[in-house]
Structures are given as structure tokens and as C-alpha cells.
């Protein structure tokens, strides 16, 4: 099967630093590539969408200055974390999409971040 | 606009038995994909059955099966012969709008007592 892998798995940063987590497509190519967040018990929101090539597009109130994402290859997609705050302390999940029939996703083992 | 609704937030099933999670979706797309994942507390989304709005037949995969219903917009996973390690947060998503997004619902925690 699809194998996307994500780095890092857990990541500790202080306070108005960045953070660079990097979604990688082991097998396959993804044109597509999507990035979610997570809050502790609750559901995966999507915050954007990678496009190779083209510019991310980014659901409704994610801020694109704070989350930036390169998707500079078809088997490479990076988030940054911006000054970086204790709220944006969440699991972030990347996922890359096959151009099988069923246009399935197949997500990464997600990132812990945690802002001190 | 796309919406999974899962109303049971946490369900309980002993060994061996089946247990029904149950997914409503809201949808005006006429082509569109349904997904369940099962993710464990390891934080990893694990693919486990789809079905598509086309398809006549329910999906089936393993111990999993998705009972569509189509009229009624549900799409609910039955996981037959439970096993311990069945226990995770199991998401129900909707894939449409030019199958682009994955919108999920939020969640339903299932635990397998032995």
C-alpha cells in the first residue's frame, strides 16, 4: 500500500519560533497533498490544500502567513509553523492523494507540536 | 455545503460481538465518496472501507461492512466479531465537491471490553 511518512513525529519549540514539518509520499506520487490539525479529542480539520507546483489553498479562517506551505516536488509537501504560540500546540496530520478510482487519501503518522 | 454527523460519542461492545457506528451525511452533490478510518491512540488514520455514491452494492471489507443507504443519506460501519484491538476513535468522512475534500465527522470512540 501507499506509504506517506511525516518529520518530525514530535517536535517541542519555544515560544515565537518556527517549526518546519515535512509530509513525504514514499511510493507514489501526490500531485495533492492535504494538511490537517487536531485538537485533543477532537476531529481533523482540514487547513489546507498543496497543490505541486501552485500555491496552497487554504480553508476559511487559517491564517497563511502563520501555517506556509511548499509543495515543491510530487513527493514533498512542508508546513511551517510561523512564531509559533502555545494555542497552535495541536497533532498536524498531512495526507497525499492517489489517482486511484476511489481518489483515496492516505495520511501520514501525524506531528506532535507542542509551544512552550 | 458537505456535513458528517456521527451522534454516538462513545460506544462499548464486548468481544466477540458486532457493533454498529453509525454516519449521517448531508451532501447536494450527486457523485461523492464515503470513508470510515479508524484511528488508534497512536494518533495514525487508518483506512478501513469506502463506499461510493454509485456503487449498488455494499461495501464490505473483512470484518467491515458499511450498510449505505442512500435515501436515508447514511452510511453506517458494522464491525463484526469485535477484538480488543478493534478500540480507537473511528471517523466517518464524506469525499465530494469535484473530490477534493475530505470532511469529517467527529468521531465515535469505541472500546472492546473482553
Excluded at chain 1, 517549526?19 to 506520487?29: H, N, P, T, W, Y
Excluded at chain 1, 500531485?31 to 481533523?44: A, D, E, G, I, V
Excluded at chain 2, 456503487?55 to 442512500?70: C, V
Aim: proline share 3%.
Amino acid at each position: 500500500g501507499a506509504v506517506v511518512s511525516q518529520h518530525p513525529s514530535r517536535v517541542i519549540c519555544k515560544s515565537g519560533t518556527s517549526v518546519k514539518i515535512e509530509c513525504r509520499s514514499l511510493d507514489f506520487q501526490a500531485t495533492t497533498m492535504f494538511w490537517y490539525r487536531q485538537f485533543p479529542k477532537q476531529s481533523l480539520m482540514l487547513m489546507a490544500t498543496s497543490n505541486e507546483g501552485s500555491k496552497a489553498t487554504y480553508e476559511q479562517g487559517v491564517e497563511k502567513d502563520k501555517f506556509l506551505i511548499n509543495h515543491a516536488s510530487l513527493t514533498l509537501s512542508t508546513l511551517t509553523v510561523t512564531s509559533a504560540h502555545p494555542e497552535d500546540s495541536s497533532f498536524y496530520i498531512c495526507s497525499a492523494r492517489d489517482r486511484g478510482p476511489t481518489y483515496e487519501q492516505y495520511f501520514g503518522p501525524g506531528t506532535r507540536l507542542t509551544v512552550t | 455545503a458537505q456535513k458528517i454527523t456521527q451522534t454516538q460519542p462513545g460506544m462499548f461492545v464486548q468481544e466477540k460481538e458486532a457493533v454498529t457506528l453509525d454516519c449521517t451525511y448531508d451532501t447536494s452533490d450527486q457523485s461523492y465518496g464515503l470513508f470510515w478510518y479508524k484511528q488508534p491512540s497512536s494518533g495514525e488514520m487508518i483506512f478501513l472501507i469506502y463506499q461510493g455514491s454509485y456503487d449498488e452494492q455494499n461495501a464490505t471489507e473483512g470484518r467491515y461492512s458499511l450498510n449505505f443507504q442512500k435515501a436515508r443519506k447514511s452510511a453506517n460501519l458494522v464491525i463484526s466479531a469485535s477484538q480488543l484491538g478493534d478500540s480507537a476513535m473511528y471517523f466517518c468522512a464524506i469525499l465530494s465537491g469535484g473530490y477534493n475534500k475530505l470532511i469529517f465527522g467527529a468521531g465515535t470512540r469505541l472500546a472492546v471490553h473482553p
